[in-house]
């Protein structure tokens, strides 16, 4: 009786692994299925409308209706808003995740990370709304910028929607360095702060890097926060007031309107495309930072 | 982890006096305070600023109120409807896939090239941005299903989207339950499935159910992905349709685009209420999030954690 009881548990129990197994399985499925598609739809502007690649990627000029397909001006947006959120978001960031890891009184912490995780909470167009009704006012009147939207109001909002990501993961790196790193600079003589300088963040440099490459990542693919500040003209930002676009912003602006099989949504998706390897790309980065340091 | 020291390079030169180091490392101590201080003060501003600009506009006629597409005066219940139906349906569909998921990769998968490929694809998954998830949707959804704007495609393309996320929630969750207790289990005589559900699952399960909540706050304000598959517009008729074969214009959809593409005189005033609600909203959720975990650790594990 136990034995026959033991026995069908063992079957339940196998099929039940196996549920579990093609439920881990079905991740691998979603991530080949969007790769697949995407760059097969994305592929379409050079082999259906036969643009070569090279004017897709370094011309300028985006005139859909007399067939000027160039998304330079929208690769050169990500790149520029991406710098400027890094620029100011990075070394921000990794102050406040020293900050946690080294200096932070236990209720100090107690207020910042639960302030952080709502930082992450907030959804994208709500810090475009912010970004429409505070910042883009201020940068009008104060600079000499006509609208106020552009290339430094897209970076601000960014580089304060990357800090939760860049400052959490570099709390994590500094947190996992061997305790006897820190005691040994102290006992030495150094201060805290030449500790953190000079031990610390050297030490700690492959997990800052990938704080810093996931910060650029989340950069890069955020959306609405940014469409709604940018200003949306599909030109060089000739200066940090400019108005100009992203590749992420075009998508948005012009896909609703963009009828199915037509050279504007081949475009399109070719730039969506184009975001997607980038990501990948950024991923393999971090696998080839975690390797080293382990 | 292993950590490997990096010992420092060229020569190591002793700077400055006694005195001058420490003045620079209290300097830099109190200047690493201001910047964690102005994080908490640019949150705090923030909130009484939407306050201060929404706190207006919230009334039971715009909180319950049907939107209008040309006159002023529109309210946002159905939208708010819809971003709770996508929610739920969503949760529906993200929750038993990324906890069958994680419970694989963090207690059956041995390493190897399968957990490898599991864990690299859930990475690369983690980091597509909304947009070209939200475009996917479009191709899957609207154009080869040919379902049009559908409350489910949108659904769908939220759980592609944070699939990984709850995996590792999962994840965390489990390794935070300690072997001990497995190997308890295991000693009375348990099988490796009734010491996952019956032991480690409950153990976990006040992590889970925190991580859980924290990205159900998210799926609340999601936007890009659901403009291609969801789409801009409620049903005319009926606006609180259950039928999920419908277009569903979530709350953040809606303050998207109201700012943009509408044509309704009184914008500012329904983006701030819009933008004051998902705020309250995102607060409730990390409040009600902490609240259920601990609750649910001390009721299944007597542990205050």
Not at chain 1, 257 to 275: C, D, I, N, P
Not at chain 2, 29 to 43: D, N, R, Y
Request: proline residues 5%.
């Amino acid at each position: 009786m136990i034995a026959v009881q033991a026995r069908r548990s063992h079957r339940a129990e196998r099929i039940a692994v196996f549920g579990l197994r093609v439920a881990a399985g079905f991740v691998i499925l979603a991530m080949l299925a969007l790769l697949g598609y995407l760059a097969f739809e994305g592929t379409k502007t050079f082999y259906v409308d036969k643009f070569p690649l090279w004017q897709f990627l370094f011309s300028p000029d985006f005139a859909i209706d007399s067939g000027k397909p160039g998304a330079a001006v929208f690769i050169a947006g990500t790149l520029a808003v991406t710098l400027c959120a890094i620029l100011i978001g990075g070394p921000f960031g990794i102050a406040v995740g020293v900050f946690l890891a080294e200096i932070a009184p236990l209720r100090m912490t107690q207020i910042l990370k639960p302030a952080i995780e709502v930082m992450v909470g907030i959804p994208s167009v709500v810090y475009g709304w912010l970004g429409l009704t505070l910042l883009v006012p201020i940068i009008r009147t104060h600079t000499s910028s006509p609208s106020g939207f552009g290339l430094a109001a897209a970076g601000i909002v960014l580089a304060i929607m990357i800090l939760p990501t860049v400052i959490t993961l570099s709390e994590d790196a500094f947190r996992s360095l061997p305790g006897a790193l820190k005691e040994g600079s102290l006992a030495l003589g150094a201060t805290r702060w030449q500790t953190i300088t000079r031990v610390l963040l050297p030490s700690a440099s492959s997990g800052l890097a990938v704080a810093l490459i996931l910060g650029i990542a989340r950069a890069i693919g955020e959306t609405l926060a940014i469409q709604m500040v940018i200003g949306n003209s599909a030109q060089f930002a000739n200066g940090l007031f400019a108005p100009t676009a992203a590749l992420t912003t075009e998508i948005v602006t012009d896909m609703p309107g963009a009828t199915e099989g037509s050279l504007l949504e081949h475009v399109l998706f070719s730039m969506a495309f184009l975001l997607l390897l980038i990501a990948m790309v950024l991923i393999v980065l971090v696998r080839f930072a975690l390797r080293k340091r382990s | 982890m292993e950590m490997t020291a990096v010992p420092p390079r060229g020569k190591v030169k002793a700077t400055g006096s006694v005195r001058a180091r420490k003045v620079t490392d209290n300097v830099a101590t109190v200047v690493l305070w201001a910047m964690a201080c102005s994080i908490i003060v640019m949150l705090a501003a923030f909130i009484v600023y939407m306050i201060y600009l929404g706190g207006s506009a919230l009334s039971l006629s715009f909180l319950f109120g049907v939107p209008k597409e040309t006159t002023a005066g529109g309210g946002i219940g159905p939208e708010i409807y819809n971003s709770f139906y996508i929610l739920l349906m969503t949760l529906a569909f993200t929750v038993p896939i990324a906890v069958a998921a994680g419970v694989y990769l963090q207690e059956y998968a041995r390493p190897g090239t399968f957990r490898n490929v599991v864990q690299f694809s859930a990475e690369s998954l983690a980091t597509v941005p909304s947009v070209v998830m939200g475009l996917f949707g479009l191709l899957v959804f609207v154009y080869l299903f040919k379902w049009k704007f559908t409350a489910l495609g949108g659904a769908l393309t939220l759980t592609l989207l944070n699939l990984p996320a709850l995996m590792r929630v999962t994840q965390e969750a489990l390794s935070s339950v300690p072997d001990t207790l497995r190997e308890a289990s295991m000693g009375l005589g348990g099988t490796k499935w009734q010491t996952i559900t019956r032991v480690v699952l409950p153990s976990a399960i006040g992590r889970m159910t925190t991580g859980v909540v924290l990205i159900a706050g998210r799926i609340f304000g999601e936007t890009a992905a659901l403009i291609f598959t969801a789409g801009l517009s409620v049903p005319f008729n009926n606006p609180y349709d259950l039928n999920p074969m419908r277009p569903a214009e979530t709350l953040a959809v809606h303050l998207w685009y109201t700012h943009s593409e509408s044509i309704v005189p009184d914008v500012d005033r329904i983006g701030n209420g819009s933008a004051l609600v998902l705020l309250l909203m995102v607060l409730l959720f990390n409040v009600s999030a902490r609240v259920l975990g601990r609750q649910l650790t001390k009721r299944f594990t007597g542990r205050y954690s």
